[in-house]
């Protein structure tokens, strides 16, 4: 029977706390019935005439004595004072907003008794604002902040209420006057001339959140000078930053967001609604997971809100590791009217969750070894492995993209994989196929183009492409779980398959370049004399040659190499994973750049150049020996001559393009050195002077 009690009781309960989750939620704007049909259930005047009550009209007062009308005066004034209406002194709201009020006094009370009340009735103005945004933002809609900062002024207000009922026992005793009601009141003047420009700021930028503690912040160091008006500033401000405050440490101390009304400056994105854990491989989660909004940042925060969002990111990509986080005791954050207050707790909640994500990522996740598992597999630093595999996919790999075989290259990857050096990689079988239906300078502009109106323009230009060759549409692919896909995210996966599918074609074309040697050494021993037209074929032959080598070597030993050790020592000095995301996304992009791949003139003149050599070399690994057929020898001579001539003047076309570019400032001196490799021996010295004169 207890059991069932019980249970029956935690039902309640949850049903309780759905039905005010709901309400939060989904309506914010919900108020208690009351609320509705009480329209004049307020502690202060009401400005509706239509709602005023009859008041007695007093006769005969300019014939009173100035003493008489004093004591009449000072009463009106606890009335007034207290937010009902009197006899002499009448409310009118002042235009155009009308949430401020006025006073006046009859005409008939003596001249220096008005300019006495009209001063006393300062406070029942400032009155009126502060009730009046009490009663209004105690509303669900306007948070808890907001609703914090109405309990906080509640208490000035019941001080001020006691002193009203402390002025009234003095005038029933006879001795309260218009200039001792002011030496009472002029204090509780002061306070609520404070509170009502707070309230009046909140309610004009309709602010809720950080954005009032922003205010409260700044009225309270605009209170220089005024000690009273800073204690009541600082009062309001301690009160109605708590709520916030322990929003912010959860998010700093837990990683967690409990934000009901939408207050913190930080938010959660809509994916974090779909998180699955392990399923999320892309850099979506990171970027948009949570985001920020400086207005909701408080002004004393703001130095630090790019640590404060970091911080709890950190901690809830721990969390969503299925790693438990050490209990952090960070110490209770206090509002303080000095910035600095704040700076050692949120550093130490910063280095805390920094260092445990960073830990985590390069100890049990073993980030190094698939970063360098990567640069193996995609930058073609693992030599044997990609020889072994050209082997077998050669002619798989010559054939149109239609026609490929995608499990039959799959099956021949495993096996170049167990059978090269790369059979000891733990990380091996991360290595996939991936066949692009576009060439290279195509995914080159779809990469700049996501994200961009030009987006949905570019996917349907690369639908309509023609088919490529499958040795240009092949690329590999290595695939990574969370968290590693916070560092080796879509993009930086994408940036490494675009320098892949270059470095591979251009070994392709040096294998292809080889095979024509390999060729001339058959029919030179078929024909020893070497006639003429095998040594134009052979000096052509050579000179593609030493550009696709030199080519190769620039990229894999001036530009991967020195990169890569640039990143290692930035990894050394790394702090946390942001500093490691920068790091690999500035290695990719120098890889990139000097690449001359980001440089659309120089990747359209070398894979002009790129596609001559494969035209020469189908053309000379098909031919019949030159010695079988004079007139087709001679046919070959001019052939080779037009194909030496057209290479050539393509060839220097990119060197004068490669030395026009190396004097932009923007561009790296690095790729200067593929000049100096190409002209070693001064061949196109001419050529360049030429067209630098």
């Known amino acids: 029977m207890e059991d069932n009690a019980e249970s029956r009781s935690n039902l309640i309960l949850e049903q309780f706390e759905a039905l005010s989750r709901s309400i939060v939620k989904n309506d914010k704007s919900y108020k208690p019935i009351h609320d509705s049909t009480r329209l004049y259930a307020t502690r202060t005047f009401i400005t509706d005439h239509g709602a005023s009550q009859e008041l007695e009209v007093l006769p005969n007062v300019d014939s009173l004595l100035v003493s008489e009308q004093e004591k009449l005066l000072t009463k009106d004034l ?9 006899n002499l002194i009448t409310i009118h709201t002042i235009p155009p907003s009308h949430n401020k009020i006025g006073f006046s006094v009859d005409d008939r009370i003596d001249h220096s008794l008005k300019d006495q009340t009209l001063q006393i009735t300062q406070a029942a103005g400032y009155y009126y604002i502060v009730q009046k945004y009490i009663e209004k933002a105690c509303n669900f809609e306007y948070g808890k902040v907001n609703h914090a900062l109405v309990a906080a002024m509640k208490n000035p207000l019941r001080e001020y209420h006691i002193l009203l009922g402390q002025l009234e026992t003095i005038l029933a005793k006879g001795e309260l006057s218009l200039q001792s009601f002011w030496f009472h009141i002029h204090q509780s003047i002061h306070q609520l001339h404070i509170m009502s420009s707070i309230a009046s700021v909140i309610e004009e930028k309709s602010a809720r959140g950080g954005q009032v503690l922003s205010i409260l912040h700044e009225k309270a160091i605009s209170m220089v000078g005024d000690q009273s008006g800073k204690r009541i500033c600082h009062a309001l401000s301690e009160t109605a930053s ?16 409990h934000d009901p009304f939408e207050e913190f400056f930080i938010s959660k994105g809509e994916i974090e609604n779909d998180f699955k854990g392990e399923f999320i491989a892309t850099d979506d989660y990171w970027e948009n997971s949570y985001t920020s909004d400086i207005q909701y940042c408080p002004t004393f925060l703001r130095k630090n809100s790019n640590e404060i969002l970091k911080t709890g990111k950190y901690l809830n990509v721990i969390r969503q590791c299925g790693q438990e986080i050490g209990l952090y005791m960070g110490e209770k954050i206090q509002y303080s009217i000095h910035e600095h207050f704040y700076v050692e707790s949120i550093q130490s909640a910063y280095s805390f969750a920094s260092k445990t994500l960073l ?44 026609d490929l075989n995608e499990i039959r290259l799959t099956s021949l990857l495993e096996l170049a994989l167990r059978t090269s050096s790369s059979c000891t990689d733990p990380y091996k079988d991360s290595v996939k196929v991936e066949l692009f ?15 961009t109106p030009m987006e949905k323009e570019t996917i349907f230009e690369l639908n309509d492409t023609f088919s490529i060759p499958g040795v240009e549409a092949f690329s590999l692919r290595f695939e990574v779980k969370w968290p590693v896909s916070l560092v080796l995210n879509d993009r930086a996966i994408t940036n490494y398959q675009l320098i892949f599918r270059h470095l591979f074609f251009c070994k392709h074309v040096e294998r292809r370049l080889c095979q024509v040697w390999l060729d001339g050494k058959k029919y030179k021993k078929l024909d020893p004399k070497d006639p003429v037209e095998n040594r134009t074929a052979f000096a052509l032959r050579q000179k593609m040659l030493n550009f696709v080598q030199n080519l190769l070597y620039y990229m894999a030993f001036e530009v991967i190499e020195p990169a890569w050790h640039i990143f290692l020592s930035t990894m050394n000095r790394v702090q946390n994973i942001d500093q490691v995301m920068e790091a690999h996304s500035s290695f990719l992009s120098s890889i990139v750049h000097d690449s001359m791949l980001t440089t659309p003139d120089l990747l359209d003149s070398i894979t002009t150049l790129l596609s001559y050599c494969i035209q020469f070399s189908k053309k000379f690994l098909k031919k019949t020996p030159l010695h079988s057929n004079q007139r087709l020898a001679s046919a070959m001579q001019k052939s080779t001559i037009e194909f030496d001539k057209i290479f050539s003047d393509y060839l220097v076309q990119f060197l004068r393009k490669v030395s026009s570019i190396v004097q932009n400032p923007n561009q790296s001196s690095k790729v200067v050195n593929i000049i100096h490799r190409m ?3 001064g061949y196109y010295s001419r050529a360049l002077e030429d067209h630098e004169l």
Not at 78 to 86: D, Q, W
Not at 243 to 251: T, V
Request: with cysteine.
């Open 242 to 257: 708590q709520p916030y405050f322990r929003i912010l440490e959860n998010w700093i101390y837990k990683g967690m967001i």
């Open 679 to 681: 002209n070693f021996n």
């Open 359 to 402: 830990e985590l990522l390069l100890n049990d996740y073993d980030l190094m070894k698939r970063i360098e598992s990567v640069k193996h597999y995609l930058l073609m630093d693992q030599g044997d492995f990609i020889v072994q595999f050209l082997d077998l996919t050669e002619d798989e790999l010559c054939k149109q993209i239609d």
């Open 78 to 86: 606890l009335y007034v004072l207290s937010g009902a209406e009197s």
């Open 437 to 451: 239906p576009s060439g290279i300078r195509d995914m080159l502009v779809n990469m700049i183009s996501i994200g």
